[in-house]
């Protein structure tokens, strides 16, 4: 696609719900990443892809998190027994790093809000 | 270890004024990019400008110039000539590209131009 689309553009779900956020990064990017946002807050590292791999899962805030990465392409984050500091905005970003400066491309982001 | 610091939470500038947003980082990789992104008030994060740590001369594109300064571990934003369209929140990132070419951001400056 053009750019980086992530779906939904808003989940309201109920504490301790499950709940699944998609990226569709731009066709051919390799380098995949998700952060999150919250209110009037920077950007949280959480994790990020190289291909089908995730390099460094540090940034994972609980073993209810968990992402994957299917065939270099499309990626999902999953956020297991939600609770509501998880509410925040997910931002996933994408890059070619081997191209110029291998600038992130960003989505509009996934706006999560737990009750 | 905060690797990306932004010391100002938020600034106030008179229009048409020139602007620098401090950021500092730390890292031990001799080969690193340094990048700062503008998200407006509509949520969107839009890449500024990029440095690499190997480049001789500061970057600069259009009105935005990046002042390098390696020794210091200093990579301020100077923003010339202001407009109102320039307030914001401004990140500063870096990608450590010897290690796993993972991005983390800082906290970010707000930044408001007065007319």
């Known amino acids: 696609g053009a750019g980086v689309s992530q779906s939904p553009s808003n989940k309201v779900t109920e504490k301790g719900k499950d709940v699944e956020l998609r990226c569709d990064p731009i066709?051919?990017?390799?380098?995949l990443y998700w952060y999150r946002q919250s209110l009037g807050q920077g950007l949280e590292f959480l994790i990020y892809?190289?291909?089908?791999?995730?390099?460094?899962k540090s940034g994972l805030p609980s073993d209810r998190f968990s992402a994957e990465r299917t065939g270099g392409s499309v990626s999902t984050l999953t956020i297991q027994r939600t609770q509501q500091e998880d509410s925040a905005v997910y931002l996933c970003a994408s890059s070619l790093i081997s191209v110029n400066t291998g600038e992130l491309f960003f989505g509009e982001g996934s706006r999560l809000t737990v009750l | 270890a905060q690797k990306i610091t932004q010391t100002q939470p938020g600034m106030f500038v008179q229009e048409k004024e020139a602007v620098t947003l401090d950021c500092t980082y730390d890292t031990s990789d001799p080969s690193y990019g340094l990048f700062w992104y503008k998200q407006p008030s509509s949520g969107e994060m839009i890449f500024l400008i990029y440095?690499?740590?190997?480049?001789?001369q500061n970057a600069t594109e259009g009105r935005y110039s990046l002042n390098f300064q390696k020794a210091r571990k200093s990579a301020n934003l100077v923003i010339s000539a202001s407009q109102l369209g320039d307030s914001a929140m401004y990140f500063c990132a870096m990608r450590e590209e010897g290690r796993d070419d993972k991005i983390i951001f800082g906290k970010g400056t707000r930044l408001h131009i007065l007319p």
């Open positions: 066709s051919g990017h390799t380098a």
């Open positions: 440095q690499g740590s190997y480049d001789q």
């Open positions: 892809f190289q291909g089908n791999s995730a390099p460094d």
